[in-house]
């Protein structure tokens, strides 16, 4: 029986943001890098029967992002970089593009890349505001990650200036610990 | 106990408080005399103290960013549309 299932309506909640500074840290582009996020997920979609439910969701879709990531820069690369593509994607008769979609399986030995991804700092403290309940991230990120001002917030999301503190101070005791694990461990 | 010791003095969860709120720049001068007060004698604010300034610099230095708000709505749509 698999161990995973997909659940698309929930990825744009869960995965953007971690596939977008996935991407981003190796593009340097946010617009071409919400475009390869966005490709990604309607990759997921069109592929969603190659998924075995081996791999974790997560996992996954970072696998097609990569060759998303790749086929990007095949594409502004130079002629030599072109002439790889049509060597590689096209001696078996298929049309452009459709090479990933259609093809991309999950295998057991994705989830090991997982523990590799988390070395990079950015995906490690993703990876750990996932782990936290759906409020206490979204202060932590709209306070730290966005910078906006603790009144903006509040009003915001309704809430007072001591529930934001509370949500704040339980977000970094998770997070600390997390990253204990998560970050400092493995250095 | 003399007064100025009093005025100074604060329980750990407080201190935690003005620590995070320190994080943010949002501490007053005398929250952080308060806090620099208990950092002298208490371990678990002075261990909490700590690992909450290694979170803060580890957040600064991964350089973390958010997609939209509304480019995540456009993709929601995207994924509903598809199926």
Partial sequence: MPKHKLNPSKWVDLYADYLFNYTISRVNDTIIAEDLVQDTFLAGLKSAENFKGEAAERTWLISILKRKIIDHYRKINSNKGRAEVKMDLHNDGEIEGSWLEQKVADSFDMNAEDALQNKELGLAIQDCLTKLPKKQAEVFIKKTIQ???????????????????????????TLMDCLENNWYKNE | MSKKKKVLLVSCDEAKHICD???????????????????????????????????????????????????????????????
């Fill in chain 1, 147 to 173: 910078g906006m001002e603790t009144e903006d917030i509040c009003k915001e999301l309704n809430i007072t200036a001591s529930n934001l503190w509370v949500i704040i101070h339980r977000a970094r005791t």
């Fill in chain 2, 21 to 83: 709120k320190m994080q943010y720049g949002e501490a007053t001068l005398v929250e952080k005399f308060k806090l620099k007060f208990r950092l002298m004698w208490c371990r678990a604010t002075k261990s909490y103290s700590k690992k909450n300034s290694d979170l803060t610099q580890l957040c600064k230095e991964a350089k973390i960013k958010t997609l939209d708000k509304e480019k995540k709505v456009e993709m929601k749509r995207k994924i509903d549309g598809f199926s």
